[in-house]
């Protein structure tokens, strides 16, 4: 048999996707319920915590329609304890980066969801929440952010992961202001 791979892999290449953002759904939320109770059921006690993240999980927050998933596991690098289950819920492997945290990010068939696979000591999941809970009390963050999605979409991108590449800077200093506590007022 032979051994995995250990460098970063995109199963099926780059792909690219037109941006779409689009203001806030509140059936969103609804979203997040089924697909985190279709994971819970799938993996039972090996998934640790099942967040809603990004954008989509943000009341009024403008977005992709894409809903993006925290998934907390024992060691992500060990697949097989949650890989096959997921796929046998119609989840696929869409990216393998076990140089960044041995994240893994499996999404529908649909692409309308990305579930965001993590080991339970990964620092990127304080980073992930902070963000979210940075955006969902900052109400000038949210709206810096949402300026930042609509003019960087309206532009031709080779991938969604050169758009998201080109948010970095405005994510970082949220997840900064996040994490010193800073709300507006």
């Given at each position: 048999m032979q051994p995995k791979s250990r460098e970063t892999e995109l199963i099926g290449g780059i792909e690219k996707r037109e941006i779409v953002i689009v203001d806030y759904q509140p059936q969103w939320a609804k979203q997040f319920q089924t697909h985190a109770k279709k994971i819970a059921d799938a993996l039972g006690n090996a998934a640790l915590r099942i967040e809603h993240i990004g954008s989509t999980s943000v009341p009024g927050?403008?977005?992709?329609?894409?809903?993006?998933?925290?998934?907390?596991?024992?060691?992500?690098?060990?697949?097989?304890s949650?890989?096959?289950?997921?796929?046998?819920?119609?989840?696929?492997?869409?990216?393998?980066?076990?140089?960044?945290?041995?994240?893994r990010m499996l999404r529908t068939p649909k692409k309308d969801v990305h579930i965001h696979v993590y080991s339970h000591d990964s620092p990127e999941i304080k980073r992930n929440l902070a963000f979210r809970d940075g955006l969902r009390r900052n109400a000038k963050d949210r709206e810096i952010y949402e300026q930042?999605?609509?003019?960087?979409?309206?532009?031709?991108?080779?991938?969604?992961?050169?758009?998201?590449?080109?948010?970095?800077?405005?994510?970082?200093?949220i997840i900064a202001a996040a994490q010193a506590g800073e709300v507006s007022k």
């Open positions: 927050l403008a977005a992709k329609p894409i809903i993006d998933i925290l998934l907390i596991v024992e060691n992500s690098a060990q697949e097989n949650y890989l096959p289950q997921l796929e046998a819920a119609g989840y696929e492997l869409r990216v393998r980066e076990p140089e960044f945290y041995e994240h930042t999605k609509r003019k960087l979409a309206a532009q031709q991108w080779p991938s969604m992961n050169a758009y998201a590449n080109a948010k970095t800077e405005v994510i970082e200093r």
